[in-house]
């Protein structure tokens, strides 16, 4: 077996997999998002994930490496609608506040691709999360001081400050952006 890649440039996924003892690089796939939809489907996340494990898996195997390409994508749902990341303070506050006092689910879709022989798998996490009734001004706060920009539904539970989450039910590495258990499960089945 070859090394494993992940094809990423999130620092919380290559913190879980550093986590997790798994020797790895990085090389990010520049596989373009379309997040045009809005409706959520376990279909859609894990086409994202699978195409941007491929386009990595595609460029080691033109340079006959052999590797395992990691691709990933992570989504917040709330009413079977998919939150992206915020594109600006305005629809960041909009994301919090809809998400305030309600369960919300996250789904990350991991894929592994062997370059070699494009043998794949394609498989998703989902936890469910429940936030308190967050004031404007926690809402503000966050904003302010973390900058969740770069967030699936504005926000990265890892940061979030007591007092704004009621509860937490599946793997928490999934809401960070790589659920452990599953990706061990993939890196062993191919």
């Known amino acids: 077996m070859g090394k494993i890649i992940l094809g990423s440039s999130s620092p919380r996924r290559a913190d879980i997999l550093k986590k997790m003892k798994i020797d790895f690089e990085v090389l990010p796939s520049s596989y373009v998002e379309q997040h045009d939809k809005t409706d959520f489907s376990y279909d859609f996340v894990e086409n994202l994930a699978y195409n941007k494990a491929l386009y990595v898996a595609k460029e080691l195997q033109s340079q006959k490496k052999n590797s395992l390409v990691l691709g990933a994508d992570t989504i917040v749902v709330i009413d079977n609608k998919i939150l ?5 303070k305005q629809n960041a506050y909009k994301m919090l ?21 494009m043998k794949y ?10 936030f308190e009734d967050l004031t404007d001004e926690q809402i503000n706060y966050y904003i302010e001081t973390y900058k969740p920009y770069d967030k699936a539904g504005a926000y990265g539970i ?13 793997d928490i590495d999934n809401v960070i ?3 452990s258990k599953l990706v061990k499960k993939l890196l062993n089945e191919i």
């Open 84 to 88: 992206g990341k915020p594109t600006d």
């Open 97 to 117: 506040k809809e998400l305030s006092n309600k369960t919300h689910f996250v789904v990350t879709s991991v894929a592994v691709i062997n370059s070699e022989t």
């Open 121 to 130: 798998k394609v498989e998703s996490d989902t936890t469910y999360v429940t």
């Open 158 to 170: 890892q940061e979030l400050p007591q007092g704004y989450v009621k509860e937490v039910k599946g």
């Open 177 to 179: 952006g790589l659920p």
